[in-house]
């Protein structure tokens, strides 16, 4: 059995040019595929299947989330406010695992929500969503 390691510092995520830090410790970067590849229907009697395809499988939502503190909010922000004035701020989205080689990438990524904030005595975090519509997952040995 071999021994492998998991280390949140082995990963890094890029919004654009900016190499994102400050992420929360506990939940940093949330990817989720919200739709099926393929949709299936099954006849009355129950010989035939049909499944048709979606080409909008791969559409990704993905959080990340940041301290408040964190200087990426200020790289977000840009993207955001570039995004609004000129409607052509879409930007690449990559995050690899440099030691597995693990990761996720896709062109045309853009932010779909600011944050919600909280001004209180504590820290808190700020969750940026942004929307990839073709998220690519790159497994280990295959960069």
Not at 71 to 95: E, K, P, R, Y
Request: charged fraction near 15%; hydrophobic fraction near 35%.
């Amino acid at each position: 059995m071999a021994l492998k390691t998991h280390s949140l510092t082995n990963w890094i995520i890029t919004v654009g040019t900016g190499i994102i830090t400050g992420c929360d410790e506990e939940n940093f970067l949330s990817i989720e595929f919200p739709n099926e590849k393929w949709e299936i229907v099954q006849g009355g009697d129950g010989n035939d299947t049909t499944r048709s395809y979606n080409p909008n499988w791969d559409m990704a939502n993905i959080t990340i989330t940041l301290q408040d503190s964190s200087l990426s909010n200020g790289v977000l922000n840009a993207i955001a406010i570039l995004d609004n004035a000129v409607l052509t701020g879409t930007v690449q989205f990559t995050s690899k695992n440099t030691l597995t080689g693990q990761g996720y990438t896709g062109a045309d990524a853009f932010i779909t929500k600011q944050p919600d904030a909280e001004i209180g005595r504590n820290s808190t975090t700020r969750e940026w969503n942004i929307t990839v519509p073709h998220l690519i997952a790159v497994e280990s040995g295959i960069a």
